[in-house]
């Protein structure tokens, strides 16, 4: 009598480990290492414009994936990222001013980042709600009003001036060189984020988020947690701002407004709040909308509808305006970011033409 062979339907993960495993297939692990192969080709193709914006979406990238660790993660707000990104870019640029040599202060000014986060972290941890926003928010002025007073460190209004990578005798001053540095920290940091929310720490951060009574009562030391997300994430933010000073060779204080911590906030929105992958596809997609509004008014330099609204002139206006009206529209339609609809795409197609 034949026998039919039954080929195994449905998903078969057995233990925890499987199910948080980073790469669930083996084609989704020969794709992101393929993917990051394709982008160490992409300085050989010597468009400095396109290099320019990648090296920006790495960096940002990095600072807004410790971000979402803090409030995607683990459920607390943040409304000073913007100045633990500067931090780290003052501190790895005074660093070097004191003889320490570029590829060091880096990592060097996370650490210090951490440290001064930490500081923040341990009053705001017993905050949630409406008071850590207010107590973030006076970190982000608090930090400010620093960088304009301690000229030892930023130079005061001034800026500080740095130098760039060196390693092996090589410089790393161009884009096309620069771009591997980015590109390697990318790797290694969304890795090890990968891999945090993997663990035990990642899970307990998960659990303050999703019920912090329920966590407590499980035996999860909610201040320590708490204050563990804003060390972490202001590590990365100051790798991020120390790839910033080291790219730009230049760090003012003006930069780390409250402005750019709000963009922040609205990368990890649009990328999907407590997605690794969603971080950077919040950083691609603000890193592209204002090149986007200046094509647009661009394009339509001239017409009948510049001379009527003037975009010419507000063409800064507008990039406020649009990044404003996009957390918007993200938050009406479109919740839990650019992430989950590209799990829902990936769903839809891996079932077709049976996706009902």
């Known amino acids: 009598m034949a026998t039919l062979a039954l080929t195994p339907c449905g998903d078969f993960r057995t233990s925890y480990r499987e199910d948080t495993t980073i790469f669930p297939t083996r084609t989704s692990r020969n794709v992101a290492i393929a993917s990051v192969a394709l982008l160490c080709l992409v300085p050989l193709t010597g468009d400095r414009y396109v290099l320019s914006l990648m090296i920006q979406m790495g960096y940002l990238g990095i600072a807004a994936l410790g971000l979402n660790i803090l409030v995607g993660f683990t459920g607390q707000i943040s409304i000073g990222h913007a100045a633990f990104f500067g931090f780290g870019a003052f501190s790895s640029a005074w660093l070097v001013d004191q003889g320490v040599p570029v590829v060091a202060a880096m990592p060097l000014a996370g650490v210090m980042t951490t440290a001064v986060g930490m500081v923040f972290g341990i009053p705001a941890a017993r905050l949630k709600g409406l008071y850590l926003a207010i107590a973030t928010l006076a970190a982000q002025f608090i930090i400010e009003d620093f960088f304009a007073r301690a000229r030892w460190f930023t130079g005061g209004v001034a800026g500080r001036v740095t130098e760039p990578l060196t390693l092996f005798g090589l410089r790393f001053d161009t884009n096309e060189s620069y771009f591997y540095v980015v590109l390697f920290y990318v790797v290694v940091m969304f890795v090890a984020a990968s891999n945090l929310m993997r663990t035990r720490d990642g899970r307990a951060l998960v659990a303050v988020r999703d ?9 999860i030391n909610l201040t320590y947690y708490r204050t ?4 972490i994430s202001s590590f990365y933010a ?5 790839l910033y000073a080291h790219y730009l060779l230049f760090v003012s204080v003006e930069a780390f407004n409250i402005l750019f911590s709000i963009q922040f906030l ?7 709040l407590g997605s690794v ?21 661009a394009a339509l330099s001239g017409s009948a509808i510049d001379r009527a609204l003037g975009l010419g002139a507000a063409v800064s206006y507008l990039r406020e305006m649009t990044i404003g009206a996009v957390i918007i529209l ?27």
Do not use: C, N
């Not at 019920?211 to 035996?219: F, K």
């Not at 609205?266 to 999907?272: H, K, N, P, Q, S």
């Not at 938050?331 to 996706?355: C, Q, T």
């Open 211 to 219: 019920h912090y009574l329920s966590a407590e009562m499980m035996g």
């Open 266 to 272: 609205g990368m990890i929105i649009i990328g999907g």
């Open 330 to 356: 993200f938050l009406i339609f479109e919740p839990d970011g650019l992430a989950h609809r590209w799990r829902l795409i990936k769903a839809y197609w891996k079932l077709y033409p049976f996706s009902h």
């Open 238 to 242: 100051g790798i991020g701002g120390a």
């Open 277 to 297: 992958m969603g971080s950077m596809m919040g950083a691609v997609f603000m890193t592209m909308l204002p090149e986007v509004v200046q094509w647009f008014a």
């Open 228 to 231: 563990l997300s804003f060390g």
